[in-house]
């Protein structure tokens, strides 16, 4: 019996002790100002006059056997409430303002969707106007593209035309140089040939003057001279 006793004094300081936790968030409940004591009783210190309904807090230390819980405020102020007064979920005036806040922020996000959305259609207006003066000009532009190449081709055909003369007009000059080179050849032997005439001339008058004297006929003595 006297080996059982410590076991058991063992075992119920166990389930005694006090639980300590990890910070976790409790909530004050609806409509209520509870205060914070520096202690585990009625007895202690106050060192909060009385936290409002919906204060978050975070919970260090939880006695459920003594009904009371350590706390931590916003501020840092740390004691002990009655766990009684604390819930897990925030209250429902907290739930209420979370609400409407949300409610708000998707109001005014919703706002700025249509807001956004009307720009956006704008915008595409603009795009849209701006789309079918692009069209239009780029048909305006392939329409000139294909007269410049129409005239590109007439100008091809143009310098195709004016090499080929240009070869003609070199090839005539040829011709003619030549030809000029052939009548001035030509004339010098006309030259020379009526100036070899000429000469053969004067030598031919010169040889008929020469023996023109010798083939007069010579006077006959008749007897009638006598």
Same mark, same amino acid.
């Given at each position: 019996?006297?080996?059982? &006793? %410590?076991?058991?004094?063992?075992?119920? +300081? /166990?389930?005694?002790? *006090?639980?300590?936790?990890? #910070?976790?968030? =409790?909530?004050?409940?609806?409509?209520?100002?509870?205060?914070?004591?520096?202690?585990?009783?009625?007895?202690?210190?106050?060192?909060?006059?009385? &936290? %409002?309904?919906?204060?978050?807090?975070? +919970? /260090?230390?939880?006695? *459920?056997?003594?009904?009371? #819980?350590?706390? =931590?405020?916003?501020?840092?102020?740390?004691?002990?409430?009655?766990?009684?007064?604390?819930?897990?979920?925030?209250?429902?005036?907290?739930?209420?303002?979370?609400?409407?806040?949300?409610?708000?922020?998707?109001?005014?996000?919703?706002?700025?969707?249509?807001?956004?959305?009307?720009?956006?259609?704008?915008?595409?207006?603009?795009?849209?106007?701006?789309?079918?003066?692009?069209?239009?000009?780029?048909?305006?532009?392939?329409?000139?593209?294909?007269?410049?190449?129409?005239?590109?081709?007439?100008?091809?055909?143009?310098?195709?035309?004016?090499?080929?003369?240009?070869?003609?007009?070199?090839?005539?000059?040829?011709?003619?140089?030549?030809?000029?080179?052939?009548?001035?050849?030509?004339?010098?032997?006309?030259?020379?040939?009526?100036?070899?005439?000429?000469?053969?001339?004067?030598?031919?008058?010169?040889?008929?003057?020469?023996?023109?004297?010798?083939?007069?006929?010579?006077?006959?003595?008749?007897?009638?001279?006598?």
């Amino acid at each position: 019996m006297k080996n059982i &006793l %410590p076991y058991l004094l063992t075992t119920s +300081l /166990l389930f005694a002790a *006090p639980a300590t936790l990890s #910070a976790e968030t =409790r909530y004050i409940t609806d409509l209520l100002h509870v205060p914070v004591r520096s202690g585990k009783g009625n007895e202690f210190r106050i060192l909060h006059r009385g &936290l %409002p309904s919906g204060t978050q807090l975070e +919970l /260090l230390e939880d006695i *459920p056997t003594e009904g009371w #819980a350590r706390i =931590r405020t916003p501020k840092g102020t740390e004691g002990w409430v009655r766990r009684q007064y604390l819930i897990s979920e925030p209250v429902a005036k907290l739930k209420l303002a979370q609400a409407e806040n949300s409610l708000a922020r998707f109001e005014q996000l919703e706002g700025n969707l249509g807001g956004e959305v009307q720009r956006l259609e704008e915008e595409n207006g603009l795009l849209s106007t701006s789309l079918s003066t692009v069209r239009e000009q780029n048909q305006t532009l392939a329409t000139e593209l294909k007269a410049l190449k129409a005239l590109s081709a007439d100008a091809l055909d143009l310098n195709e035309r004016h090499q080929k003369l240009l070869h003609q007009y070199e090839l005539l000059k040829q011709e003619k140089t030549m030809v000029e080179a052939e009548i001035q050849r030509l004339s010098g032997s006309e030259s020379h040939k009526w100036y070899l005439y000429g000469a053969l001339s004067v030598v031919l008058g010169a040889l008929l003057a020469m023996i023109a004297p010798h083939m007069r006929p010579r006077k006959r003595h008749t007897e009638w001279a006598n």
